[in-house]
């Protein structure tokens, strides 16, 4: 079982619609989590970083909210727009000895239709 | 402007051949990353520099090689030892200092022939 488990798997919205990503995870112990944005065939571009002890931050339409007690994210968009078609990837950081080490989500897929 | 470079963007593998995946960052990281995706998966790190002439296996290492001869390069060859080289490679950088996140090339697609 994925540390990082993302739902849904994909979502298809009508533009200026909002939606709603979840990210439950399992990672301990947490430095900070991350939400991305990846376009098809490009490199993931960060959205937004949570530390543990932030409830939420926003980045423009993209607002992201962290509750370290039940280890939930959610990454909520506000008037979708067509460029927003990408997948969203939520990533968790965790403190090793070695350093920070990074597990991956799966992504949900989202598309955005007229 | 500053930021990270893959190349090629898509590439070629035949049976029994190395090929090679160039990775330059001109962001001053000391941290670098080289991360495969394959569909419905997560990333998964594959080898990481912490500083130059220095680097370790990630959770995938085997049938791949990396070096780390300067801070800009960090250059993964995939050996005829994978046996499933089809992927998304993605290479990323990472400034130690503050909560910073990874920056992430836009990506190299290698495929068998």
């Known amino acids: 079982k994925n540390q990082v488990e993302q739902s849904p798997q994909s979502l298809i919205i009508l533009e200026g619609k909002n939606c709603t990503l979840q990210?439950?995870?399992?990672?301990?112990?947490?430095?900070?989590l991350r939400w991305y944005k990846q376009d098809t065939g490009r490199g993931p571009v960060s959205l937004t970083i949570?530390?543990?002890?932030?409830n939420t931050k926003s980045n423009g339409r993209y607002t992201a909210t962290l509750d370290a007690d039940t280890k939930q994210s959610s990454l909520h968009i506000t008037a979708s727009q067509l460029s927003d078609s990408a997948s969203y990837i939520c990533?968790?950081?965790?403190?090793?000895?070695?350093?920070?080490?990074?597990?991956f989500g799966t992504g949900t897929q989202l598309k955005v239709e007229l | 402007d500053g930021g990270i470079t893959q190349s090629p963007k898509y590439l070629f593998r035949k049976e029994g051949q190395n090929v090679t995946l160039s990775c330059e960052q001109n962001l001053n990281h000391d941290a670098m990353y080289w991360y495969r995706q394959d569909p419905g998966q997560g990333l998964r790190l594959i080898y990481y520099?912490?500083?130059?002439?220095?680097?370790q296996k990630g959770d995938i290492a085997e049938g791949y090689s990396v070096s780390r001869e300067k801070k800009e390069s960090f250059p993964l060859t995939v050996t005829s030892a994978q046996k499933n080289p089809t992927a998304f490679y993605l290479c990323?950088?990472?400034?130690?200092?503050?909560?910073?996140?990874?920056?992430f090339g836009d990506g190299t697609r290698l495929s068998i022939l």
């Open positions: 520099s912490q500083i130059v002439n220095d680097f």
């Open positions: 990210c439950n995870y399992t990672v301990s112990p947490f430095s900070n």
């Open positions: 949570m530390t543990f002890s932030e």
């Open positions: 990533v968790v950081i965790k403190l090793t000895g070695g350093g920070n080490k990074l597990t």
């Open positions: 990323a950088s990472f400034n130690r200092e503050g909560n910073q996140p990874q920056h």
